[in-house]
Each structure stands twice: as structure tokens, then as C-alpha cells.
């Protein structure tokens, strides 16, 4: 049989797993343990706790049981839902994704790739302001000679007293 950590690893490519993982271990008060972590990456590579159970050669009534005495119990306690019943397993999922732990598409394209040639994309600031993270970015995008506007006919000032 492979090891576990070579099962559901595609949970990697759309998951947050090392954050996931410490937080985690943060409410249990210990790390996870390996058996754990292959349970919450077969959830949040969508299968049931059958499926999970059918993989793993295990018994569906067992991966159940641990699951939820354990990943259940975890996340319903750092996403606020201590007290909410866990209607599906899909909620464990649900949850984790508004909590921010899945990541973007993996069809990434770096800024550079969109813009045209000698294009300039400055970060000037980054910061925290009433639960929002503020990203100032100013983007230099050079233009043809033929596309520039003769400069009376852009409206640059909002407070025009024409």
C-alpha cells in the first residue's frame, strides 16, 4: 500500500495544507497526525468518507468515526461553527474555502505576461485596514504613438470649473 502521504496529494495543488495543518494542530493543542491529514486531504479532494474508506481499503463506519472525532471536531472549532451541525461532508470544505485556505486557480500568469513590453507594476504599500488587506499598485503602461489622446480631451480632473 503507498504511504499516506501519497495519497489524495491533487488536495495540494488547490489547498493551503501547511497553513491548514498548523491551524489545526493549534486547536487540537498537538500536530495532526498522519492519518488525520490523509482524511482531511481525501475531504477536500471531494470524496465522501465512503470513498475515502473504498481507497484506503477501510471500513466507511471507521473513517467516519475518526473523522468525526477529529477533523469535524478541528474545524468546526477555528471557523466559528462550535455549536453547528455538520449536515454534509462537503461543509468541512465548504467552510475551510470561505476561511480563506484554498488557494487560487493553478492557471497562474505572471503580471509581465499581460502587460505589453516595458510596462512597469509597482507594490508601494501593503497593509491591514479594518479586516481588509490594502495592496496599493501603480501600473505604467506604455502606448503607441498613434493610440495617444491629445491631452485636452482626457478628463483628469474630477473638480473641472469649466
Known sequence: MASTNDRFVEAESHWDLKTLYADLAAVKGKPLTPVEKLHLRGLLCGNSPAEIAEKLQKTPK?????????????????????????????????????????????????????????????????????NQIVIVVKVQIPTSPDSELPIENLDLDDNNSN
Open 62 to 130: 471507521g473513517v467516519e468515526t475518526d473523522l468525526c472525532a477529529s477533523i469535524y471536531k478541528y474545524v468546526k472549532g477555528f471557523v466559528g461553527k462550535g455549536i453547528e451541525k455538520i449536515e454534509n461532508w462537503r461543509n468541512i470544505a465548504e467552510w475551510l474555502e470561505d476561511a480563506g485556505y484554498k488557494t487560487q486557480s493553478s492557471a497562474k500568469f505572471p503580471v509581465k505576461d499581460l502587460l505589453p513590453d516595458k510596462s512597469i507594476v509597482n507594490i508601494s504599500n501593503i497593509s491591514i485596514d479594518k
